[in-house]
């Protein structure tokens, strides 16, 4: 209305331009409320552009993210990088992790650097200058000790994510000793293991060596940083050797991709609640230490993280997926009516359809009506989250993006190629691919006939070449060939598409083995090997997808010898009517979880719930091959309704 009134009869009559050379004599002919509609007009235009909100200006076309370069197989390359040589390091005083705290150091001289709390008590914090401090006497205790300050010394690390354990990394960092990280989950034989392969010490807590203090001794780019021992579905687990330049180049990767929006800085503030031990969590890390951010650890309870994200308000989020749709689910539990339901999905709508354009705000008004809270309850200041380890759901980030008010990046990789190989375009809120190949690596897909997947129609195994991709497994020269070729390309496993836009889709698995949604690695095939020990069970189909958090199984009871086990249980009936009995499904699971515990299985390894088939898998209903091995794509899609069922009786 107001522009309308503005855009009156005599100001349109007047601006039917009259022959007069001198503009500024036609402007003064114009009558008084004409000037005065034009100097409103003029207003809101310019508050309008000022304040407006603006997309965010993407590093390269969103339709052209990576381009194949010559001589290399038809493997692709960035477009965010113009140099023909790949990104070995962002900063020319950062080539080492050591070199990385270092700059850090230099750049908030002694700001807060480690940050940790005990409950419902605020964040209190180590300085840059404490922690270096800490970290030369605990690496000075350990020469003490006999420790040597080279890269055939292995320190292990067994701690939750703490400022210890940061200490004890720079600690090693600082006298060129490498790090092996440990965690639970490997199980005790997988620990036992690992240092028995070369650990001479554990860290359970830092010791200080003031008496002692030795003068730093520091790595080469080149020099090993650490061993991360896969967690490994089958055998022994596999020490990925790490240099400091295959670190550096990784999240100088990173840098590269964001650095035009959303470059880290001193003011941002890390909660670091992933585990330590995995690369991922490393890595980003990493990025906040090189320019001198801060890192707040949770308090060791995952129940309490919402609590320290209110309390840390932290700016910079990683994630795995399995928390996303937690936050996901929680959020659609409160709107627990029809009507509130169809207001939050309505607001997502629109707050989508901006995101869709490339604007990222957290001030529209569907903010302020329907998701300020929920950015509160994250602290108000997130302004980044990376979610990798694990694909996450359409729905779920599509919504997520919306609703944080934040940006929200997506990443794929593997310990092997020290954490990312390829990240989200800035720009690029797409849902549906793992984004474009970082800058500091080439990715090229090569045939896998056996499974019909073929490079000449832009699908096949994903191969990973560059300076952020790992030097072999620690004495394991036969697995190391099995990744590692001749030419540098690791083999990841992951069956991958390119797509017209020149990004990345995961859409399978080489062999039968798959991530959970928070990065656990499953091989359903060892686990059925266990299960089919249970006396009643003929057969069955282990199930699990990279955005659930746990297995289900389809399983048959043995015609013959269920009926009689079934009776020794207390149970009557036909075979039909035992295989329709809630308490008899119930009394297999236990048996098949009795036998996974005895057999080592880990909880996450452990089927939640099962559904019962009365009919034998076999070659003529096509679950079968002529070998008897299972189908296993067939056998997802022939129980698809079985299987979402499971899943949605889990989720009740």
Same mark, same amino acid.
């Not at 207390?570 to 075979?575: A, E």
């Given at each position: 209305m107001l522009i309308e009134k503005m855009l009156s009869r005599d100001l349109l009559l007047s601006l039917q331009l009259p022959e007069l050379d001198d503009l500024g004599q036609f402007i003064q002919s114009l009558p008084t409320s004409t000037l005065v509609g034009l100097g409103v007009l003029t207003t809101v235009l310019a508050y309008w552009f000022v304040a407006r909100p603006r997309a965010i200006i993407p590093p390269c076309d969103l339709w052209h993210q990576s381009q194949e370069v010559e001589m290399e197989d038809g493997a692709h390359k960035s477009m965010i990088s113009n140099s023909s040589k790949l990104l070995s390091y962002y900063h020319e005083d950062a080539k080492t992790m050591y070199e990385v705290f270092q700059r850090g150091l230099h750049i908030t001289g002694d700001g807060p650097f480690l940050g940790s709390r005990l409950p419902s008590q605020p964040y209190k914090w180590l300085s840059y200058k404490e922690v270096f401090s800490r970290a @030369?006497?605990?690496g000075s205790g350990l020469l003490s000790h006999g420790c040597q300050p080279n890269t055939d010394q292995f320190i292990g690390v067994f701690a939750q994510n703490r400022p210890e354990w940061i200490i004890s990394e720079l600690a090693c960092y600082t006298y060129s000793m490498v790090v092996v990280p440990l965690y639970d989950t490997l199980g005790p034989d997988a620990i036992r293991y690992i240092i028995n392969t070369g650990l001479k010490y554990n860290l359970h807590m830092y010791a200080l060596g003031r008496e002692h203090c030795r003068k730093p001794v520091p790595p080469q780019p080149d020099d090993l940083s650490i061993v991360c021992f896969t967690s490994g579905t089958t055998g022994n687990p596999k020490g990925v050797m790490l240099t400091h330049g295959n670190v550096v180049a990784d999240f100088g990767g990173f840098l590269k991709v964001t650095d035009k929006v959303i470059f880290p800085n001193q003011d941002?503030?890390?909660?670091?609640?992933?585990?330590? #031990?995995?690369?991922? *969590?490393?890595?980003? *890390?990493? #990025?906040?230490?090189?320019?001198g951010g801060r890192i707040g650890f949770f308090q060791g309870d995952i129940h309490f993280l919402p609590d320290d994200m209110k309390t840390l308000r932290p700016t910079i989020f990683p994630v795995v997926p399995r928390l996303l749709n937690r936050m996901y689910d929680k959020i659609f539990s409160q709107a627990n009516t029809p009507l509130k339901c169809w207001l939050l999905n309505f607001a997502a709508k629109r707050k989508g359809a901006e995101v869709s354009r490339g604007?990222?705000?957290?001030?529209?008004? !569907?903010? =302020? %009506?329907? $998701?300020? =809270?929920?950015? /509160?309850?994250?602290?108000?200041?997130?302004?980044? %989250?990376?979610?990798?380890? /694990?694909? /996450?759901?359409?729905s779920v980030l599509g919504f997520l993006r919306a609703a944080l008010g934040c940006q929200v990046y997506e990443a794929y990789g593997q310990k092997e190629c020290t954490a990312g190989c390829t990240f989200t375009t800035p720009g690029d809120w797409t849902s549906g691919h793992v984004g474009a190949p970082l800058p500091c690596n080439l990715i090229k897909l090569v045939d896998v006939a056996e499974k019909n997947y073929f490079a000449a129609k832009r699908e096949g195994e994903i191969c990973v070449k560059g300076p952020n991709v790992f030097k072999g497994y620690l004495k394991d020269p036969v697995r190391?060939? *099995?990744?590692?070729? /001749?030419?540098? !390309?690791?083999?990841?496993?992951? %069956?991958?598409? !390119?797509?017209?836009?020149?990004?990345?889709r995961i859409i399978d698995r080489k062999k039968h083995i $798959? =991530?959970?949604?928070?990065? @656990?690695?499953?091989?359903? *095939?060892?686990?059925?090997?266990?299960?089919?020990?249970? @006396?009643?069970?003929?057969?069955?189909?282990?199930?699990?997808d990279s955005?659930?958090?746990?297995l289900v199984g389809i399983v048959v009871p043995d015609p013959e010898v269920f009926p009689s086990w079934a009776? &020794? &249980?207390? $149970?009557?009936?036909? $075979?039909? @009517?035992?295989?329709?009995?809630?308490?008899? &499904? =119930? #009394? %297999?699971?236990?048996?098949?979880?009795?036998?996974?515990? #005895?057999s080592g299985l880990h909880s996450f390894e452990q089927v939640k719930d099962i559904h019962i088939h009365k009919e034998m898998f076999s070659i003529q209903n096509g679950l079968l091959t002529p070998t008897l091995k299972a189908k296993r794509p067939e056998l997802k899609e022939y129980f698809k309704t079985e299987i979402e069922q499971l899943y949605s009786n889990i989720s009740m």
């Open positions: @030369e006497h605990l941002d503030v890390l909660i670091s609640f992933l585990p330590l #031990a995995h690369m991922f *969590e490393r890595l980003i *890390e990493s #990025a906040v230490i090189c320019h604007v990222i705000r957290s001030d529209s008004i !569907w903010d =302020k %009506i329907f $998701f300020h =809270k929920i950015q /509160a309850s994250l602290g108000g200041r997130l302004r980044m %989250i990376i979610t990798g380890a /694990a694909p /996450a759901s359409l190391t060939t *099995e990744m590692l070729d /001749a030419d540098g !390309w690791l083999h990841t496993g992951d %069956i991958g598409k !390119w797509l017209p836009n020149g990004t990345l $798959f =991530k959970l949604a928070q990065g @656990e690695y499953i091989s359903p *095939e060892k686990i059925e090997n266990i299960y089919i020990r249970s @006396e009643p069970v003929s057969q069955l189909y282990v199930h699990g955005l659930q958090s746990c009776q &020794k &249980k207390g $149970f009557g009936g036909c $075979f039909g @009517e035992l295989c329709d009995k809630k308490e008899v &499904k =119930k #009394a %297999i699971l236990d048996d098949m979880v009795r036998l996974g515990k #005895a």
